[in-house]
């Protein structure tokens, strides 16, 4: 997900849905999209953590890539196993460039004759444009523009699948599923991006505003908006494609080594061959200048995206990247970049705000457990 925007803003399907939800509808990667409902972001993001949300997120590219060779062909792209992903599993990928920047952070899946992709709604463009000149020589790439996708997130998302769709509630983690929900062919997977236990689904535009009456008819769900998405990827620790990663952070400054399998690494079978990875590589063996932290602030203020980490001294150390009020926790957490002999947890710093500093140290991430079903 990623904060800018591109041109006229493009409707989603559930447009007039979400209009008549009340929704206080804003310009965002090219689309016009939910910020919140009447309730509002604090609200949903409690319902989200104690029963179920339905989260509109068509503006995400979905991507379908052919030819055997396809698995091959886009490890040339990204520092990730393709080629050893299982039939009907997903798997977290990184684009890189050729300075090991990411580009791009996505999911592969698996989907049994093809895989299948979901970028991020403002790089949509700029990865096609990678896919086709990386893949076109070796497999077909295509752009799904006729599909939409709904996220149901939180405990109570199971036992509502379960309910549209008997036997999906074994589906474990990154588990991926074509089938039928509540009698429309839908593409599952069981993952999500607010550290909930919940699934994605891919539906055809014809068809999702009808799947997304039946997901809000079940009591357990409601409308969350990107306000909510936001401060719950936060609270789970997770980056915003634009602001916590860029073309600029490597995914081993972004703390996302455990996205680069064993086999993709130096002494790996299929070791490197992806766009940087001659930097990406040295910073696995020799470590980095900094690294992506949690923040939490001692006060009650949030500390916002851009804000700068200080030293007791009062010397330049880092920069805050997201910030928020952790609704779960009570209180203020964020995400930023930090001198990497500072990172300790429990490291007290400061946080320059409009001239004042304020106190805050480095925490664990994720803020809150992650809930994901493993089985």
Known sequence: MSHEDQGEAALTPFDAMHRLAGARMVPFAG?????????????????????????????????????????????????????????????????????????????????????MLVV?????????????????????????????????QGPAASRVMEGLAPGVSGMRFMDARACRVAGIDCFLTRSGYTGEDGFEISVAAPDAVALAEKLLAAEAVAWAGLGARDSLRLEAGLCLYGQDIDENTTPVEA????????????????????????????????????????????????????????????????????G?????????????YLRSDLTAPGTALAAMVRGKALDVEVAKMPFVPQRYYRG
């Open 120 to 152: 991020n709604a403002a790089r949509k463009e700029a990865d096609l444009a990678r896919l086709h000149a990386g893949l076109d020589a070796e497999c077909t790439v295509t752009y799904l523009a006729d599909r939409a996708l709904l996220a149901l």
């Open 255 to 322: 703390g996302l080594t455990w996205a680069i399998q064993k086999v993709r690494r130096a002494g790996g079978a299929r070791a490197g061959g992806f766009p940087g990875a001659d930097r990406v590589m040295d910073q696995l063996a020799n470590g980095t200048d900094q690294l992506r932290i949690g923040i939490r602030p001692s006060g009650r203020q949030p500390v916002r995206a851009g804000a700068e980490l200080v030293d007791a001294g009062g010397a330049p150390v880092g920069r805050v990247t997201s």
């Open 324 to 336: 928020c009020h952790g609704a779960t926790v009570d209180g203020p957490v964020a995400m930023g």
């Open 31 to 115: 689309y016009q999209m939910p910020l919140q409902y009447p309730g509002g972001i604090i609200s949903e993001h409690l319902h989200t953590r104690a029963a179920a949300s339905l989260f509109d997120v068509s503006h995400m590219g979905q991507v379908r890539l052919d030819g055997e060779s396809a698995a091959a062909a886009m490890e040339k792209l990204v520092p990730v196993d393709v080629q050893g992903l299982q039939p009907f599993r997903q798997r977290y990928a990184l684009l890189t460039n050729e300075a090991g920047g990411i580009v791009d952070d996505l999911m592969i899946t698996h989907a049994g004759d093809h895989l």
